[in-house]
């Protein structure tokens, strides 16, 4: 079975420049959620999908940052323009559900790097 | 609010050495616990985890038990090999609201 895919894997840009990042989930997986790990720190979330709505966008800085998950199933996350402080890896995860049984998957990661 | 506490790292140990990495958390409710490894260029990887106290998390001889009392969810390994060198990251998931609560990780380097 094929796991979260995402592209690009790396990424070079310069600040104010805008960027977007593309996850394909795991088949059947109606949950997806965008996270930022910045260099030495865990994952924090970013916006988690139910099917097409997002459900906790409470941390997503939304002057800049968009996503969207048109038929439930892939999913972007842009950035519009890029700053400095955005360099971190993006991971994308997805889980059956959001139930206290289900477990996430991580992708690899996209490595974002702002000049 | 909701949070994990990870001893920081690196842990530097020999091969065959005995593995503890502890976590503790702060959470209402029952909340699941996991850990994740995080090998170097790679997303993070489900190792184990508890969805009740006292139950007792295993895979790849790793083992932790989730404490309510204690609030702790502590990672160990009785022999680690160099293939265990990576990052480890405690988190939490909510009860209710399902949501994801990382540690910052612990990397552990096992030196042959």
């Known amino acids: 079975e094929a796991g979260v895919v995402q592209s690009p894997r790396y990424k070079i840009i310069e600040k104010k420049q805008p960027v977007a990042f593309w996850c394909n989930p795991i088949s059947g997986h109606n949950t997806l959620y965008w996270y930022l790990q910045n260099l030495g720190q865990g994952p924090e979330l970013l916006i988690r999908y139910e099917n097409e709505e997002a459900v906790d966008d409470s941390q997503l800085p939304k002057d800049r940052f968009s996503a969207e998950r048109l038929k439930g199933v892939d999913s972007t996350l842009k950035i519009q323009p890029a700053e400095l402080g955005d360099s971190a890896v993006y991971l994308c995860?997805?889980?059956?559900?959001?139930?206290?049984?289900?477990?996430?998957?991580f992708g690899p990661g996209t490595r974002l790097t702002v000049l | 609010g909701d949070s994990v506490t990870q001893m920081e790292g690196p842990v530097t140990l020999s091969e065959e050495a005995f593995l503890t990495i502890n976590c503790t958390y702060t959470?209402?409710?029952?909340?699941?616990l996991f850990w994740y490894v995080q090998y170097p260029g790679e997303g993070l990887q489900l190792l184990l985890k508890?969805?009740?106290?006292?139950d007792k998390g295993s895979n790849k001889g790793f083992e932790a038990t989730y404490r309510k009392e204690t609030t702790s969810f502590h990672l160990e390994k009785g022999s680690v090999q160099v293939s265990d060198s990576a990052v480890y990251f405690c988190a939490l998931k909510t009860s209710g609201t399902y949501k994801y609560i990382f540690g910052t990780g612990t990397r552990l380097k096992v030196l042959a």
């Open positions: 959470a209402t409710g029952y909340p699941s």
């Open positions: 995860a997805s889980s059956p559900g959001s139930g206290s049984t289900d477990t996430q998957y």
């Open positions: 508890a969805t009740k106290a006292d």
